[in-house]
């Protein structure tokens, strides 16, 4: 090892393992791949080799640090270079840059901590009280806790309790919560897989005795999920809790406080609770000594056990639900008799929180909803999720929110108020409560109504990304479409870091894919309405989340190891399509989903879109077939990349012959039919290709700039106008405010994006159907388009290595601009246009490389740092400057 001490050399920050959180607990890699950032370099700067040194820690006695020198440029997941980690073990990891004989400094420690991996590591059982049996009414059961007492050696260097529960659980020790993780374990294909939870406890535990309480509830695992009615106990009867305190003495030995026989069982305060229901609290029947130790629980029960099958337990991958922040509301209304309508100005997805000063007994009620029509809330859109709250109070001050349940509301009705107290802003305010995903993109522009049509998107895709991708987050579904998030990829992965949450719910798509291939409507899956059997036959737009959803995953954080894991899925889904294809290679006769609710589709059948829904399904077996021939070329898969390759363009072919006339016009002359040929590459001859464009640019314009696609057209339809040298007609469609359009959604006062471009009527009532959603994030996806055309950042290989900057400045925009946060670090860039001149900025990270692409002009390659070009709209001509030493952390 060269230990030169070398100034030139940049320090290495934000180093990470996997897609994890610094100082994450309870992870489950034990050879988790590394990434990190170079800060301010030299612009010459070029990453040869680096040194890692990986510091495990030993309890009671020093760190056992190997140092590895790794040649090459990669600075992304890189493969773990030390010994495999082992259960328990706490490793801190710091990174250097090598030039030769001269090193750089090291960067800071970067820390994780691993859970229990191997089976052997849990000698806790599932305990819980006796099982009760679901009442034919289906009346909500009684939620339960367990809790028991241990003893502490007064040498306690380290706890940790690891638990997971069937349902949801919190844990308190001596009467504090433990955490800041909501409904925990989350949602996962539990037969499967079952998440586990660790948290550091060290601080809780005092020398003695101590007590130990687990709050559960029924969650996703017993309670009411899904639409037509639901289904309860959808993966089991009971509440059980699985919970492994760990105590680590000064000697490194452990003592571990187990779930086991010897728990007691009682009820608490919640009379019932419920994900769609809300939550039903009696506080005068709580003593929050109950996980204090000395407490009386003689009145409870002895539990029950049950059987732990130790292979459905898995780690975390991504980061948990949380509460992200607290809305006050924006208006106030007293509707009299202790009733009062509470406007927090923003649609999202949470839970509100009380506090007040009121004689015992009194009983509040919490209602929820989107939209209010005549000044009362209108939960119609809700269906068969009551959304309401009701908490009896102890009497004094108290301060109260819901542990397990989650709404989807801007207006909250609270009644039962004391009519002798006022309701102030403070005295109810909104968790707004989602996976905690680290935010990872922005988007400005000269026009505030497309910005706040951006913000409405990232408002949707936080409210319904709660623990996986969901499609709404207010009425009795709540479920995680494949079709919606397979869309939303590219905007979800541009916007937030999504991996390791997309990666967690692949993995369950891969295990609910039937053995023919076929993937669910929604993962998990369960049995709900009609589909009372997984269908057999594949729904394209749906099913492709197998194969596109990995494959976006990967174009934007390079992450090869995704791709690698969804493999056999991907190619089975693919593989199944071409199975129930016809001879011809035509997707027909099977039931499609196709253009779900495009606008013309009439409220109560949204699968009646006016492209045929065969035409969309044969669009994306040609497309799925050439991603997966792809994905197949980078793991190295020859013999895949060829078949799915030639797949491909046999199916582009019989597309073509099915769908174009003899002079490649098509046939189905609707928008979503043209952006789908063009995106995807379909027209037999560039001719065909031309003529296509042209179509439906004029198809736009004899609609006025009304859109009318549905959830297959809507992600792809700017894109195509922009390929066919048509940007005017995208950007007429973007600024529409006419009915329907993104921003008539905008100009109705949406604050999320719609589950219908009319879900609001343009008479202020709300759409009729039964579908009818305030926040999905399906028709969000032009957000992709926003970032990579009109603000023009874009990936141009895996993981931003290489990044595309070409703005396609239109619609009178006079400025716009996106930032991202690539894996290599901060990519951003700004536009203006002014005085006949187009100026551009933009900040490329170090370990990028940048092609600049601006209108008029050949392309050209800039290293990293930053760069500003002046670009005169009259005279055509380019000026660059700028890209010395500037590195990421001046791109802010
Ligand atoms: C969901 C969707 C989903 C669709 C497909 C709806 O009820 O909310 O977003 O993709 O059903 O059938």
Known sequence: MTTEPAGHLPI???????????????????????????????????????????????????????????????????????????????????????????????????????????????????????????????????????????????????????????????VEINGDRIGDEELTPGWTSYQHRLRTATFDVTDRVQPGRNALGVWLADGWWRGLVGFDGGLVDAYGPDQSALVQLELTRADGSIETVASDDSWTAGTGPILTTGLYEGEHVDLRLHDPAWSSSGWDDAHWSPVATRPLDTRVLVTPTGPPVRVTEVLSPVSIDQKGGGRWVLDFGQNHSGRLRLRLDAPAGTEIVLRHAEVLQDGELYTRPLRGAAATDVVVLPGGPVEWEPRFTIHGYRYAEVSGWPADLDLGPDDVVSHVLHTDLERAGWFRSSDARVERLHENVVWSARSNFVDLPMDCPQRDERLGWTGDIQVFTPTAAFLFGVNGMLSSWLQDLAVDQTDRGTVPFYVPYLPL????????????????????????????????????????????????????????????????????????????????????????????????????????????????????????DRVSEAFARRWLDADGVPLDDTQTAHALTTVFDLWPSSDAERRGGARL??????????????????????????????????????????????????????????ERWDSMLPDGTVNPGDMTSFNHYALGAVADWLHRVVAGLAPAAPGYRV?????????GLTSAGATHETPYGTASIDWVLLDGELRVDVVVPVGTTAEVDLPGRPAETVGHGRHHFTHDLGRRELVQTGGTTTGQEDAS
């Open 12 to 170: 290495a920050e934000k180093v990470t393992f996997e897609h994890h959180e610094h100082g994450r607990l309870g992870v489950g890699e034990p050879r988790p791949r590394l990434s990190w950032r170079w800060g301010s370099a030299p612009a010459d700067f070029v990453q040869d080799a680096v040194d890692v040194r990986v510091a495990v820690e030993v309890p009671g006695g020093p760190d056992e640090v190997s140092e590895h020198r790794l040649d090459g440029s990669d600075q992304v997941l890189v493969p773990w270079p030390a010994r495999a980690l082992l259960s328990r073990e706490r490793v801190r990891v710091q990174v250097r840059a090598v030039d030769g004989d001269a090193v750089g400094p090291w960067s800071g420690a970067a820390m994780i901590e691993l859970g229990l991996l191997e089976p052997s590591d849990w000698s806790a059982v599932f305990i819980g009280p006796v099982d009760e049996p679901h009442s034919e009414a289906g009346e909500l059961r009684r939620p339960f806790r367990v809790r028991t007492e241990f003893t502490a050696a007064d040498d306690v260097v380290r706890a940790r309790v690891h638990f997971t529960a069937h349902g949801l659980a919190q």
């Open 529 to 648: 309405g009609s589909w009372k059997e997984q269908p057999v036959d594949p729904v394209a737009v749906w099913g492709d989340a197998a194969v596109l959803t990995p494959d976006g995953l990967h174009q934007r954080t390079g992450d090869e190891g995704v791709l690698r894991r969804q493999y056999a899925s991907a190619r089975a889904w693919v593989l199944q399509v071409q199975d129930r294809a016809t001879p011809g290679l035509i997707c027909e006769g099977t039931h499609q989903l196709g253009d779900w609710l495009d606008p013309a589709a009439p409220p109560e059948d949204p699968a009646q879109a006016t492209t045929d829904p065969a035409l969309v399904a044969t669009a994306y077996f040609a497309h799925s077939s050439r991603r997966l021939a792809a994905v197949a070329d980078t793991l190295g898969e020859t013999d895949d990349a060829a078949y799915f390759a030639d797949l491909a």
């Open 697 to 754: 640019a004029a198809l736009v314009r004899e609609a006025e700039g009304r859109i009318a696609t549905g959830f297959a057209g809507t992600p792809l339809i700017c894109d195509a106008l922009t390929l066919s040298g048509e940007i005017d007609a995208a950007y007429e469609l973007l600024l529409s405010e006419q009915c329907p359009s993104w921003l008539y959604t905008v100009a109705m006062g949406g604050t999320t994006t719609w």
């Open 803 to 811: 990044i595309r900057f070409a703005p396609r400045p239109g619609g």
